[in-house]
């Protein structure tokens, strides 16, 4: 049996609503899939990380990475929108 469209953008709105300002509360909450996206970068990228275990955000698509190896990244968008990680 197939559900009215009405009734699954009504279930869609009343979920996405509901679970967005548990979310909002823990502002740690959002360190852990970047850090997982930056460690996929440097990896695509060949440079050494292992995974990220710091992320500190400079400004819109700009962090610095640090790895559990040690090494610090800076990963950035650059003026093209290729996605550049520098080791600091």
Request: proline content about 6%; charged content about 20%; aromatic content about 4%.
């Amino acid at each position: 049996m197939r559900m009215p469209r009405k009734s699954l953008v009504v279930i869609t709105m009343t979920t996405t609503l509901c679970a967005g300002p548990s979310l909002a509360k823990d502002p740690a909450n959002n360190e852990v899939p970047v850090a997982k996206d930056l460690t996929a970068v440097i990896a695509l990228q060949g440079l050494p990380c292992g995974n990220v275990v710091g992320v500190k955000q400079q400004g819109e698509n700009d962090y610095i990475a640090t790895c559990e190896d040690g090494n610090r990244y800076r990963v950035f968008v650059n003026a093209d929108g290729r996605v550049i990680a520098e080791k600091q």
